[in-house]
C-alpha cells in the first residue's frame, strides 16, 4: 500500500512563492520518478514538473524559470516551489509517483489533490 499525501495548498496573490509538497509512504522499494501535474477548470490535466532518480527534471513551457522541483530522498517527499505566480496558474495540483513496489511491479500513484487558487 503507498500513499501520496500533499500539503501546502491555497490562496495566494499574483506574485507569491507558495511550496507544494509531496510525501510518500508505504511499501515502496524504489521510486522512479515523481512530478506534479495541474488541471484549471476546463482544461486537460497537464505535467508542470518532473524530476528522475538521477535528479534530472523536466519543467513545462509555461512554468520554466518560475517553478522548482526538488526531492529529499530520505523523507521519499517531492516539492515545488512556484515563484511569480500568475493567475492563469490557478488549478488543482496532483503529486505523481512512478514508483516499484516489493513485487517488482511499476505502478503510478496519484496524490489527492491540492487547489492553488491565485489572485490577480
Known amino acids: 500500500q503507498v500513499q501520496l499525501v500533499e500539503s501546502g495548498g491555497g490562496l495566494v496573490q499574483a506574485g507569491g512563492s507558495p511550496r507544494l509538497s509531496c510525501a510518500a509512504s508505504?511499501?515502496?522499494?524504489?521510486?522512479?520518478?515523481m512530478g506534479w501535474y495541474r488541471q484549471a477548470p476546463g482544461k486537460q490535466r497537464e505535467l508542470v514538473a518532473g524530476?528522475?532518480?538521477?535528479?534530472?527534471?523536466y519543467y513545462a513551457d509555461s512554468v520554466k524559470g518560475r517553478f522548482t522541483i526538488s526531492r529529499d530522498n530520505a523523507k521519499n517527499t517531492v516539492y515545488l516551489q512556484m515563484n511569480s505566480l500568475k493567475p492563469e496558474d490557478t488549478a488543482v495540483y496532483y503529486c505523481?509517483?512512478?514508483?516499484?513496489?516489493?513485487?517488482?511491479?511499476?505502478?503510478?500513484?496519484w496524490g489527492q489533490g491540492s487547489q492553488v487558487t491565485v489572485s490577480a
Open positions: 505523481n509517483a512512478d514508483l516499484t513496489d516489493y513485487s517488482r511491479s511499476l505502478r503510478t500513484y
Open positions: 524530476i528522475d532518480n538521477g535528479g534530472s527534471t
Open positions: 508505504g511499501s515502496i522499494f524504489s521510486i522512479n520518478a
